[in-house]
């Protein structure tokens, strides 16, 4: 129950990082949050740093006597859906500018 949890807060942050910048057109106090996580994120993509909720993530799968996936969230739950697992590198780099890129356009907007 507790690996759902993580599960579903790292959903909710990579779809504040994604798409947080239309929430601050509506609620203009959560840019400099929104901004700080687009950070994170892109940084942890870039640099491949990893996030923190994925150790735990696992960690709480194997508690519960689960066997837990070997790879990142994003790459678990998302890229390897559409990209080659075997450029998880580029399919990283790709996405943090494909976030870039639209957050970009619409802080343009909003700025």
Excluded at 23 to 33: E, H, S
Aim: glycine fraction near 8%; include cysteine.
């Amino acid at each position: 129950m507790i690996a759902r949890g993580v599960a579903a807060v790292h959903l909710a942050f990579s779809l504040f990082v994604l798409v947080g910048s239309l929430l601050v057109l509506r609620w203009p106090g959560l840019m400099w949050i929104h901004i700080a996580a687009i950070a994170w994120a892109v940084a942890t993509m870039l640099f491949d740093l990893g996030c923190p909720l994925t150790p735990w993530e696992k960690q709480s799968w194997r508690r519960g006597g689960r066997i837990p996936y070997d790879e990142g969230f994003l790459q678990h739950h998302v890229l390897r859906w559409r990209f080659d697992p075997a450029r998880s590198r580029r399919n990283h780099i790709v996405l943090a500018g494909l976030v870039l890129a639209f957050n970009i356009g619409v802080y343009s907007v909003i700025i």
